[in-house]
């Protein structure tokens, strides 16, 4: 990691419904290993029986708590924890602290799977809603720092798949043929550590799609 003598930002990781911190364990090992401060926390509770404005509370009052207040950090969502990372931002001023923000297989403009459950934060993840709808609306803010949406055509549990694209920032296809396997794959990880080396406000303000399909999968990339 080229940090031009510089610390790298510390990374928040924050996980998906049904998750806890520990699901970004692969990730979280090979991102220190490559010289980064990683941060997790538990999101409670973790199945969408509170609403998506909670949890984001949750994710400030973590970043009030541990990093004072010059410090920037750098953001990773997965799946919901992408949606809550974007209340964050765009409703509670996260967007004041964070340089690079990156959503895995996030559902930005909802899924079906959201409809199999009542819960309150589900209900806010399907298609359509009215809180998909409001951060969508202004989205365009995100901008403002180096946004990467990262996801797979093959995902089961974002339906349909391309509800993980967004129209900003920079878009990485990776052919990862499970939800969970996002977290894993040698190529998702790749591109997460690319994304954090990126200059800030170094990408440009239309959305291009980079593939990493063809990547062998070996013992080397992981």
Same mark, same amino acid.
């Given at each position: 990691?080229?940090? /031009?003598?510089?610390?790298?930002?510390?990374?928040?990781?924050? &996980?998906? +419904?049904?998750?806890?911190? $520990?699901?970004?364990?692969?990730?979280?090992?090979?991102? %220190?290993?490559?010289?980064?401060?990683? &941060?997790?926390?538990?999101?409670?509770?973790?199945?969408? $029986?509170?609403?998506? /404005?909670?949890?984001?509370?949750?994710?400030?009052?973590?970043?009030?708590?541990?990093?004072?207040? /010059?410090?920037?950090?750098?953001?990773?969502?997965?799946?919901?924890?992408?949606?809550?990372?974007?209340?964050?931002?765009?409703?509670?001023?996260?967007?004041?602290?964070?340089?690079?923000?990156?959503?895995?297989?996030?559902? &930005?403009?909802?899924?079906?799977?959201?409809?199999?459950? %009542?819960?309150?934060?589900?209900?806010?993840?399907?298609?359509?809603?009215?809180?998909?709808?409001?951060?969508?609306?202004?989205?365009?803010?995100?901008?403002?720092?180096?946004?990467?949406?990262?996801?797979?055509?093959?995902?089961?549990? +974002?339906?349909?798949?391309?509800?993980?694209?967004?129209?900003?920032?920079?878009?990485?296809?990776?052919?990862?043929?499970?939800?969970?396997?996002?977290?894993?794959?040698?190529?998702?990880?790749?591109?997460? $550590? /690319?994304?954090?080396?990126?200059?800030?406000?170094?990408?440009?303000?239309?959305?291009?799609?980079?593939?990493?399909?063809?990547?062998?999968?070996?013992?080397?990339?992981?």
């Amino acid at each position: 990691m080229d940090t /031009e003598n510089q610390q790298p930002n510390p990374v928040l990781l924050i &996980h998906g +419904i049904g998750d806890t911190g $520990a699901v970004f364990n692969t990730m979280a090992s090979y991102l %220190r290993q490559r010289g980064w401060s990683i &941060h997790t926390l538990d999101l409670i509770p973790n199945n969408g $029986a509170v609403s998506l /404005e909670q949890l984001a509370k949750q994710v400030d009052d973590y970043v009030a708590t541990n990093f004072v207040p /010059e410090q920037t950090i750098d953001l990773v969502g997965f799946s919901m924890g992408g949606i809550v990372s974007r209340y964050y931002l765009q409703r509670l001023g996260g967007i004041k602290r964070v340089q690079r923000f990156i959503t895995i297989s996030s559902p &930005h403009y909802g899924t079906v799977i959201a409809y199999g459950s %009542r819960l309150p934060g589900c209900v806010q993840m399907r298609t359509n809603s009215a809180f998909l709808k409001d951060l969508n609306s202004d989205a365009v803010m995100l901008k403002q720092l180096n946004f990467t949406s990262i996801w797979t055509p093959y995902d089961l549990m +974002i339906v349909p798949a391309n509800s993980s694209q967004m129209l900003l920032g920079r878009e990485v296809v990776v052919s990862v043929a499970l939800h969970p396997w996002m977290l894993k794959d040698p190529r998702s990880l790749a591109t997460v $550590a /690319e994304a954090l080396v990126e200059p800030v406000n170094s990408y440009p303000q239309f959305v291009y799609t980079q593939s990493y399909q063809k990547l062998p999968l070996s013992n080397d990339n992981i």
